[in-house]
T-cell receptor, first 114, second 109 residues
Framework: NAGVTQTPKFQVLKTGQSMTLQCAQD?????MSWYRQDPGMGLRLIHY???????DQGEVPNGYNVSRSTTEDFPLRLLSAAPSQTSVYFC?????????????FGPGTRLTVL | EDQVTQSPEALRLQEGESSSLNCSYT??????LFWYRQDPGKGPEFLFT???AGEEKEKERLKATLTKKESFLHITAPKPEDSATYLC??????????FGAGTRLTVKP
């Protein structure tokens, strides 16, 4: 099992550009989520999905879109990048949302917006 | 609002010097409290889940405990390879997930 994979590992964007961060898992997990991690702050939930076709907003959803067309993939789209979106982005997955299930994290994407 | 505070922000220990990391939380109905380890440039790696006050879990040199307001991660006789950032997170009954900012642990040989 590859676990949770993320691409790219690093990305530099200019303000106003759009891009998609890719996330895939091969564990057949129902629940997938996106977090951002900023210095001095905890991981903050952006969006999550409880299964294919179902997504919902987390704590900091503005400026990001998600979709979940398959169980395996959960891409995160930045519509018009802003410097405030400079961060490290982590994707995570778990068997289910309820029941305080263990989340498995990907290696992260380091994004810089100039 | 659900909140998680970890202390200290950074901790430097000598090899073999035991200590504890603190995670204080306020949450509207605790579904679970998690401890993760994060190495530089990598994603968090799961360590423990605690569900109710009084629960304890151990793994090698690490032991996690839980009360109604806080959790401790005790590190016994740490080694340099235990150096990492340790993250605490709580999941509320409404499934809201909140992480603390972490404690950066350095263990010197």
């Amino acid at each position: 099992n590859a676990g949770v994979t993320q691409t790219p590992k690093f990305q530099v964007l200019k303000t106003g550009q759009s891009m998609t961060l890719q996330c895939a898992q091969d564990m057949n997990h129902e629940y997938m989520s996106w977090y951002r991690q900023d210095p001095g702050m905890g991981l903050r939930l952006i969006h999550y999905s409880v299964g294919a076709g179902i997504t919902d907003q987390g704590e900091v959803p503005n400026g990001y879109n998600v979709s979940r067309s398959t169980t395996e993939d959960f891409p995160l789209r930045l519509l018009s990048a802003a410097p405030s979106q400079t961060s490290v982005y982590f994707c995570a997955s778990s068997w289910r949302l309820a029941g305080a299930d263990t989340q498995y994290f990907g290696p992260g994407t380091r994004l810089t917006v100039l | 609002e659900d909140q998680v505070t970890q202390s200290p922000e950074a901790l430097r220990l000598q090899e073999g010097e035991s200590s504890s990391l603190n995670c204080s939380y306020t949450v509207s109905g605790l579904r679970g409290l998690f401890w993760y380890r994060q190495d530089p440039g990598k994603g968090p790696e799961f360590l423990f889940t605690l569900y109710s006050a009084g629960e304890e879990k151990e793994k090698e040199r690490l032991k996690a405990t839980l009360t109604k307001k806080e959790s401790f991660l005790h590190i016994t006789a740490p080694k340099p390879e235990d150096s990492a950032t340790y993250l605490c997170a709580v999941q509320a009954r409404n499934n809201d997930m909140r992480f603390g900012a972490g404690t950066r642990l350095t263990v010197k040989p």
